[in-house]
């Protein structure tokens, strides 16, 4: 894994932990006024709800990223055009890119190059789902990294 995706699971273990603080801290505060197990319950489950929402949300593209790694299709692609984007303080390389899925079958995708280092026309590895084409990824895109079967890393 990437540093990027280490350091979104410390942020989202933190956020969890003070929620949990948190829900707790009501959810005795709530039996404790309304003397009713059921209405600490309801707290609970309120509360708890967005967190998991938003562990749902932060969390999905990585597992899918993870699950195309693992499992697709590997071809190589090119990159049809880069620009940067601003974010913020900072900037990101998007890429749009082609990579073919069949004979005269090409597709194309978008993602935030990491390395910063793909240009327009440049190969670019494209890993994608054969059953449901539209599921895909730019190694460049994805904070996972690939260990080769010989135990080297796959450089983007």
Not at 4 to 16: C, E, G, N, P, T
Not at 120 to 144: Q, R
Request: charged share 20%; glycine share 8%.
């Amino acid at each position: 894994m990437h540093w990027r995706i280490w350091v979104k699971y410390f942020v989202l273990v933190i956020f969890a932990a003070v929620e949990i603080y948190a829900v707790g801290g009501y959810a005795s505060a709530s039996f404790r006024i309304l003397h009713s197990l059921g209405s600490a319950i309801f707290v609970v489950a309120l509360l708890t709800l967005p967190l998991l929402l938003i562990l749902y949300v932060l969390l999905r593209g990585d597992i899918s990223d993870h699950s195309l790694l693992m499992q697709g299709k590997c071809v190589v692609g090119v990159v049809l055009s880069q620009k940067r984007v601003r974010s913020g303080r900072s900037s990101q390389s998007e890429i749009i890119y082609s990579f073919p899925v069949g004979p005269g079958k090409p597709m194309t995708g978008r993602g935030i190059d990491w390395t910063k280092h793909y240009l327009k026309d440049m190969p670019v590895l494209v890993f994608y789902d054969s059953e449901d084409f539209s599921k895909h990824v730019a190694y460049c895109c994805t904070d996972w990294i690939v260990r080769l079967e010989d135990g080297t890393l796959l450089e983007p």
